[in-house]
């Protein structure tokens, strides 16, 4: 593909991701809430005016609303422009660095964890649709992809992917909760282990793993640093770390596992 029209495909995608986004955004506060997410209509929480479909548009409308509602002035939260621009950066991303055309499969597990991460980090818990919808994807997607290649090797990828990720985070879960006699992880957590194991296969379990408890306990660290508000939620949902790891692993797995295994075998030939 020539490259203009690459960037065209690249712009369109970060504007079909905003969009999605902007949708996310309703989904996150409604669904926890037992809400609708189609009625009634978006409307501003303080003083309930309608937004009009001008006053909707991602990003744009928040900028020139100043991030406030148009008829009350109340603040609206900086959460829904930074998920209509996390939508849109991560669907671009996909379409630039993952393959084009071919990138574009992940948008709606994308999707899933903007969802997931933002309600677990709310509420603590992570919604059903979005983890078990996560697996039935990455199942569906790999047998796809091994029909398409007339090989099982993908849809072996995901089913062992699935078993290993859920059944390390169940194991994790079972002798946690022996150990600190409360639960450590979360069944939530648990199933969405397995949905990155049936979308990307074992590997990326060990990888989100590793990435994923790293992140937490930098994460801990520093809301511990920060103290006040933040330390009393000393309980970081876990959600969120295994999203970012596996974005992390999807975008740049590869060259950081080939740089670990490198700098591994330096490391045993300087000791050998
Ligand atoms: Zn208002």
């Known amino acids: 593909m020539n490259s203009s029209l690459n960037n065209i495909f690249i712009f369109w995608s970060f504007c079909f ?11 996150i506060w409604r669904v926890p809430r037992c809400e609708s997410i189609v009625r009634p209509p978006s409307h501003c929480p303080k003083c309930s005016a309608p937004i009009r479909w001008y006053q909707n548009i991602p990003i744009l409308s928040y900028l020139a609303l100043r991030g406030r509602c148009a008829s009350c002035k109340t603040r609206i939260s900086p959460r829904y422009i930074f998920v209509e621009v996390l939508g849109g950066a991560l669907f671009a991303a996909a379409w630039a660095y993952l393959g084009g055309p071919w990138g574009t499969v992940l948008w709606p597990w994308f999707a899933l964890m903007i969802v997931g991460s933002m309600i677990d980090f709310d509420h603590h818990l992570l919604p059903d649709f979005v983890t078990v919808g996560g697996i039935v994807y990455g199942l569906l997607l790999n047998a796809v992809f091994s029909l398409l290649a007339r090989s099982p090797a993908p849809l072996f990828l995901g089913v062992s992917g699935l078993a290993m990720g859920f059944g390390v985070m169940y194991l994790a879960r079972i002798l946690g909760g022996k150990l600190f006699g409360q639960e450590a992880m979360g069944m939530g957590d648990v199933i969405l282990m397995g949905a990155v194991g ?39 949902p876990f959600g969120p770390y295994i999203c970012l790891a596996h974005l992390v ?10 740089w670990y295994l490198g700098a591994l075998s330096r490391l045993t030939g300087a000791l050998g």
């Open 198 to 236: 049936a979308i990307s296969g074992p590997v990326a379990v060990l990888f989100v793993l590793i990435v994923g408890c790293l992140a937490g306990i930098c994460g801990g660290v520093v809301a511990m640093a920060l103290g006040g508000k933040l330390k009393r939620r000393f309980e970081i």
């Open 249 to 258: 692993f999807l975008f740049a797995g590869e060259p950081i596992i080939v």
């Open 17 to 27: 991701g905003a969009v999605i986004a902007s949708f996310l955004n309703v989904v």
